[in-house]
Nanobody, 123 residues
Framework: QVHVVESGGGLVQAGGSLRLSCATS????????VGWFRQAPGQEREFVAS????????YYGDSVKGRFTISRDNAQHTVYLQMNSLRPEDTAVYYC????????????????WGQGTQVTVSS
């Protein structure tokens, strides 16, 4: 069992930055791949970024490439999502998900999910 807890959401003006954190526990961090997803009201869940087990590979959704960066802190068992140049359309609930075998874009393949953290970008 892997426990996942997100934090760091909030309200920010367009053009600003936020850093989300995803703290994991319950399994060796090097065996966990982590993905970030987001869901806005009335929309489907969207892939944002993911990071493979040892951070060797990272992937980004097209809408965030060049603005968001995913990274891992092995000592803290935490994955971060640095979000820069935020836009109103980035407003959503952001979810962290963990997998013991998958590190891609398909949310259905992730086994463990956090409760989500709200990000609101004002224009």
């Amino acid at each position: 069992q892997v426990h996942v807890v997100e934090s760091g959401g909030g309200l920010v003006q367009a053009g600003g930055s936020l850093r989300l954190s995803c703290a994991t526990s319950g399994r060796a961090f090097s065996t966990i791949a982590v993905g970030w997803f987001r869901q806005a009201p009335g929309q489907e869940r969207e892939f944002v970024a993911s990071n493979s087990w040892r951070g060797t590979n990272t992937y980004y959704g097209d809408s965030v490439k060049g603005r968001f960066t995913i990274s891992r802190d092995n000592a803290q068992h935490t994955v971060y999502l640095q979000m820069n140049s935020l836009r109103p359309e980035d407003t959503a609930v952001y979810y962290c998900a963990a997998s013991t075998w998958y590190s891609g874009e398909d949310s259905h393949e992730y086994e463990y999910w956090g409760q989500g953290t709200q990000v609101t970008v004002s224009s």
